[in-house]
């Protein structure tokens, strides 16, 4: 079972739209990681936290450590924001990432 | 400045073979850590090195797979006598420190195909 869940697996939206997606694991952690993958490209990692929010232009990541979940959005989503965008956690007093399974984010014009 | 760089970036081998494949870390970073995506799986950690520290090697598949990082900066992964499920892209990331405040980088990845 894996210990981080991601939702949706898929999600496709029009232009302008806002996105989220949710990330939630299974016990504490030390540090959430966003990462974001283009198809055949590599991974740019979009942000860290480990508690409150962050954001850079668009993109807006909350994590709520009490409930154990964070979310991604997107604000005035465009079609270059198609991508996987995947959750990662370290684990308290574990220093590997555990990886979710990935959103795949499809925006039409 | 230089990101985490990885070589090849294409790797096509017959099924028996060895495999290595490289990765540079950014400089100055101690830890550098390995992960593989499997086709239509998601990312699992293969193996850390922090420093001079022993590395975590918990991730790794089978006793085919090693890896070693000389001089604390480039790594190589090692994947003896391939087999068809060891196909997947290898992706290598570094890290200032190995503390959970410190962003992971990763490099674009070896896509390795065995065939």
């Known amino acids: 079972k894996n210990e981080v869940e991601q939702s949706p697996q898929n999600l496709t939206a029009q232009e302008g739209e806002f996105i989220t997606i949710n990330c939630s694991y299974s016990?504490?952690?030390?540090?959430l990681h966003w990462l974001q993958q283009h198809p055949g490209g590599g991974i740019v990692s979009l942000f860290m936290?480990?508690?409150g929010k962050k954001k850079h232009g668009r993109l807006i990541a909350t994590i709520n450590i009490q409930e154990k979940h964070s979310s991604l959005h997107i604000t005035a989503s465009h079609p270059r924001d198609s991508a996987v965008y995947i959750c990662?956690?370290?684990?308290?007093?574990?220093?590997?990432?555990?990886f979710g399974q990935g959103t795949r984010l499809t925006i039409n014009p | 400045g230089a990101g985490v760089s990885q070589s090849p970036s294409n790797k096509v081998t017959e099924k028996g073979k060895d495999v290595e494949l490289r990765c540079d870390p950014i400089?100055?970073?101690?830890?550098l850590y390995w992960y593989r995506q499997s086709l239509g799986q998601g990312l699992e950690f293969l193996i850390y090195?922090?420093?001079?520290?022993?590395?975590?090697k918990s991730g790794l598949p089978s006793d085919r797979f090693s890896a070693e990082r000389t001089g604390g900066s480039v790594s190589t992964l090692t994947i003896q006598r391939t087999q068809q499920e060891d196909s997947a892209v290898y992706l290598c990331?570094?890290?200032?420190?190995?503390?959970?405040?410190?962003?992971?980088?990763f490099g674009p990845g070896t896509r390795l195909t065995v065939t």
């Open positions: 990331a570094s890290s200032l420190r190995s503390e959970f405040s410190y962003e992971q980088y």
């Open positions: 090195f922090q420093g001079n520290s022993a590395p975590d």
């Open positions: 016990v504490g952690i030390s540090a």
């Open positions: 400089s100055g970073h101690t830890a």
């Open positions: 990662a956690v370290r684990f308290q007093g574990a220093q590997k990432l555990v």
């Open positions: 936290l480990s508690s």
